[in-house]
Each structure stands twice: as structure tokens, then as C-alpha cells.
């Protein structure tokens, strides 16, 4: 099968758009003119049973909350308001009603919390896996919508929340652990509740949908994406998009607490691998004019959230990331040394 990127690029290259498409395939979602003041955004997402989820580890109502949620992140992405959503789902024979009912009350409640209302949809049997997809339609403010091709040299690159415990999380269960239905309880272990949290953000995660709003409103940010592939894999499509480089510091990247406490612990947990390339934290990722540092602290301290500055744009293409004095080349899911103090 071609990869991923190719079949994209492939479509991409032949598509034609009406005069009414402002940004098509290559974006977080599309953006598509709607009326005098406000912009149409598109999007969808889909999960295959075993590829995105797995039924052993995450119940039927999480499966339905997390295909809501990631689909809304690329809205998020965008700085728009989401709105409407549409979810298809295909099922084996074997599905029992209890699975189906839950599934739709996950679906329900994500929709009920991120401010869209489900109006569609389609249903199949399936001869294989469970598939979900889900088509959000949102809005923003006309010519509002941040897209991933903004960014330009000297630009300052942040990053919200903190990175690494979705993968954590998924390591985790892949290794048997599992997230109990209930918070964690008093007197836990830290060790315990960092298992907890990062199985928690990989299996409900949230999508960052008023700060993306926020992020657009303010017009701070020149360009945006969510990090759904990792910080690595998707601050490189930001750059391609843009036409740009970027330098990261690996001590400015801001590593998510269960991360720090069980890479301490436990040999085989890589918190530099996890955080750099670890996918599905829905956090946002995007770049802004030096200037814009007050506002985002500001931000920040609104929603009580981190938002911390993790390096800089640069012309040349490419992305750097510092590590203990060393360069090294960040490639998306990966790296390679380039230079440093051992040369
Ligand atoms: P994201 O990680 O933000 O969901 P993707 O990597 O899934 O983005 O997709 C990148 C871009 O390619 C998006 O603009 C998406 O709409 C587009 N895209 C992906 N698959 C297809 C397809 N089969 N047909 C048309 N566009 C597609
Ligand atoms: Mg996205």
C-alpha cells in the first residue's frame, strides 16, 4: 500500500476547487466561505478497531468520547467553534446491544461537552473491525481561521498543556495495566496516579477548543496545528506547510508529570522519545510574533493552563532540537545526531 502522505499528496494534486475554498486538503480542516462574516470549517476522522483503539482496554462509551474528541481537536486547531457532527459507524455481527448503547452515550456526552450537536450519520455492518468516523462542521470568524501555513522566520514556537502521557498511557496498557472507572483514590502511590493520568489523557482525551478560540480571537498566532501524529511528526507538517525550519530546545519541552516520574522509575519508559514523538495529546501547537509573548501569558494564566515557548523559526528548512549541547535533527517520529559536543 502507498503511505500515507503519498495518497494525500496524490489526491491533493488533483484536486480542483470552486472559488468558494479557501483552504483545502492540507490542513487541520478545511475552511470554505459561507456567508458575509463567517467561515465554514470541515473535517473528519476515523477509527478502526486494533489500529486506534482496542475493545480489551477502553470501553465502548470511552471508544465513542475519543472519536468525538480527536475529530473536534482539528477544529480546535483551526481556532474555530465547532458545531455540528456527523458519526458513521460500521459493526461486526457480533456486537451486542450493550456495546452499541454505550458507545452512543460516549458519543452523546463528547458531543454535549464540546458544543456540537450530532445531526447524522451513517450505519453498517461490518465484515472485519469496528470503524467510527466522524465529520465535524465548525465556524469561525471570516478569514479568522489560523492554518498551518503561516509561520515565517523568527516566529516563536509554543506549545499548550504538556507532552508525552498519551503515549505513556498507551505503552502502559499495551503492557496489561488498565484505567479504573474511578478517580485515583487518596493515599495512591505517585507511582499510581501517573499510571493513571497518562492512561486517562490516551483514553478521554480533550480537545483544546476555548483556547483555540482564544488563540484566533486575539489573532496572536500565525500559524496552528494540534498534535495528534507527535510534536516531531506534526511541527513538521507545520513547517512543510510553511515553508520554513525550526530550532527546539529539548529542556524547554514540556514534559508531562507522569512522564518525568515514571521515566525516573522504570528503565524501559524513554520520556525524551515520548515527548518529542508520542501522538494523540490533542495539545496545540503554534507559532506567534515575539511580541505576542504578553498575550499568551496572559492566555495562559486565564486558563490555567502552561503554555510554554519551546524554540524559534528559522529559513532553513528542517527541524533542530538541542539536547544536552548536542544537535540533532528531528525527524517526524525520529532523529538522527548531527552535531554536538563529542562531535
Ligand atoms: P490530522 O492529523 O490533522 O487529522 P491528517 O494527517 O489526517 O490530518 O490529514 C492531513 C490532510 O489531508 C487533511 O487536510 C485531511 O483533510 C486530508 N486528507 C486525509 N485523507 C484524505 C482523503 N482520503 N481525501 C482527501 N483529503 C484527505
Ligand atoms: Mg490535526
Known amino acids: ?22 483552504v483545502g486538503i492540507g490542513d487541520d480542516a478545511a475552511v470554505v466561505r459561507c456567508g458575509k462574516d463567517v467561515d465554514l470549517l470541515l473535517c473528519s476522522d476515523l477509527m478502526i478497531e486494533s489500529i486506534h483503539f482496542k475493545t480489551q482496554w477502553s470501553r465502548p462509551g470511552w471508544i465513542g468520547h475519543k472519536a468525538l474528541a480527536s475529530a473536534i481537536s482539528d477544529v ?28 452512543l452515550e460516549g458519543a452523546l456526552e463528547a458531543a454535549k461537552k464540546f458544543g456540537v450537536d450530532l445531526v447524522g450519520g451513517d450505519t453498517s455492518g461490518s465484515p472485519g473491525p469496528i470503524f467510527i468516523d466522524v465529520s465535524v462542521a465548525g465556524e469561525c470568524e471570516k478569514q479568522a481561521a489560523v492554518t ?15 507532552l508525552g502521557s498519551a503515549a505513556l498511557g498507551l505503552t502502559l496498557l499495551e503492557q496489561g495495566h488498565r484505567l479504573g472507572g474511578d478517580a485515583v483514590r487518596h493515599g495512591d502511590s505517585g507511582e499510581a496516579k501517573a499510571e493513571h493520568d497518562a492512561m486517562r489523557k490516551h483514553l478521554l482525551p480533550e480537545p483544546r477548543c476555548e483556547l483555540g478560540q482564544e488563540i484566533a480571537l486575539n489573532k496572536v498566532a500565525t500559524s496552528m496545528i494540534d498534535i495528534s501524529d507527535g510534536l516531531s ?8 506547510e510553511s515553508g520554513c525550519g525550526a530550532a527546539i530546545l529539548f529542556e524547554r519541552v514540556p514534559v508531562a508529570q507522569p512522564v518525568m516520574t515514571l521515566s525516573e522509575l522504570r528503565q524501559d519508559i524513554d520520556g525524551f ?16 510574533d515575539a511580541e505576542a509573548r504578553e498575550v499568551v501569558r496572559g492566555l495562559s494564566e486565564r486558563f490555567k493552563l502552561p503554555i510554554t515557548e519551546i524554540g524559534e523559526i528559522v529559513a532553513e528548512p528542517g527541524l533542530t532540537v538541542e539536547h544536552s549541547g548536542r544537535q540533532v535533527r528531528l525527524r517526524a517520529g525520529g532523529f538522527e545526531h548531527l552535531a554536538g559536543p563529542e562531535g
Open 1 to 22: 500500500m502507498p503511505t500515507e502522505s503519498s495518497i494525500i499528496s496524490s489526491i491533493r494534486r488533483r484536486v480542483r476547487y470552486g472559488n468558494r475554498v479557501a
Open 76 to 103: 480546535a486547531a483551526m481556532g474555530g467553534v465547532p458545531r455540528f457532527a456527523l458519526v458513521s459507524i460500521a459493526l461486526p455481527a457480533l456486537t451486542s446491544p450493550e456495546f452499541v448503547d454505550e458507545l
Open 148 to 162: 498551518r501555513s503561516g509561520a515565517r522566520p523568527g516566529d516563536l514556537i509554543f506549545v499548550t498543556g504538556d
Open 233 to 240: 511528526t506534526d511541527l513538521n507538517h507545520l513547517l512543510e
Open 273 to 288: 522519545a515520548l515527548s518529542l514523538h508520542g501522538g494523540e495529546e490533542y495539545e496545540l501547537l503554534f507559532t506567534a
